[in-house]
């Protein structure tokens, strides 16, 4: 009788509902994160996105695996697809066998990444830095839990500290990016060289800044020798070979993530 209800009840639901409901079901990577409730109000939100109405609607949701972090997501955004890219790839955590100390989340968006970094490396240091000025506010509301461990940093990593012109796409907000166009908003570039402290080692990176890899990897690089490990997210023409090439330039062994189509990871033996 009991299944024969949850049967009724599929039917009676949207394809793409059912859908959702049936991967929650069958995936318990899944339900570690979200119960199910939210994890269906995260996928609605996600397929609607682009919709300029629900800009001023905000969800919270309760990421278990997060230490029970409640989380801020904006509707008509992509805050949604963050968090599902996030808990399901978790492609944003380092190799096995790193356990790191000092992380630098380069790309940081709106915190997701950077909260797991501290629930998964509790002893861990966390710099967040995001270079829009939207989606840092927001990481730091849903990092305040860590406020002790985690730092966000409002800038937009780049080869030298310079005021830079930033585009964000509504809906697209996870894709902003330094352009040369003079219709984005004014963000404050500053290098790796600037950023990171002093002489300190610096145990992991997650590079993921949506096109500045090539810049950033190729000019002022004196930073690269104090970093353990780093994990770079390709994007547009930058590809992994490319990548692969300016990180062994930079001294450490790189090889093609096998868990994601454009990431490389770099790492240098410890003296």
């Not at 380092?94 to 997701?112: C, Q, T």
């Not at 830095?129 to 927001?138: F, Q």
């Not at 992991?204 to 810049?215: L, S, T």
Request: glycine content about 6%; some cysteine; charged content about 25%.
């Amino acid at each position: 009788m009991l299944i024969q209800c949850v049967k009724s009840l599929v039917r009676r639901l949207p394809p793409s509902t059912s859908l959702d409901l049936a991967r929650w079901i069958a995936r318990p990577g899944i339900r570690q994160h979200l119960n199910c409730r939210d994890y269906l109000r995260v996928c609605h939100l996600a397929r609607k996105r682009q919709l300029e109405d629900n800009r001023s609607k905000n969800l919270l949701v309760t990421v278990k695996s997060f230490a029970n972090l409640p989380v801020m997501l904006r509707c008509g955004t992509s805050d949604a697809s963050v968090l599902l890219e996030t808990i399901i790839g978790l492609f944003h955590l380092p190799p096995a066998g790193v356990s790191p100390k000092v992380i630098w989340d380069l790309g940081a968006n709106i915190g997701l990444t950077a909260a797991h970094f501290a629930v998964c490396y509790p002893d861990a240091k966390v710099y967040a830095v995001e270079a829009n000025p939207d989606l840092a506010t927001i990481a730091n509301q849903n990092t305040s839990k860590w406020r002790d461990r985690i730092q966000v940093i409002e800038a937009a990593v780049w080869s030298e500290n310079a005021e830079l012109q930033f585009s964000v796409k509504f809906g697209d907000e996870y894709g902003g990016q330094v352009t040369s166009s003079h219709s984005g908003i004014s963000v404050q570039g500053r290098s790796l060289n600037s950023l990171f402290p002093g002489d300190d080692i610096v145990d992991f990176v997650k590079m993921d800044i949506e096109g500045a890899e090539r810049q950033v990897l190729q000019q002022q690089t004196q930073w690269a020798a104090r970093v353990h490990c780093i994990k770079v997210e390709c994007h547009g023409d930058y590809s992994r070979d490319n990548c692969i090439s300016d990180l062994e330039a930079l001294g450490f062994e790189a090889t093609a993530d096998d868990r994601h189509w454009n990431c490389v990871i770099g790492r240098r033996a410890r003296s």
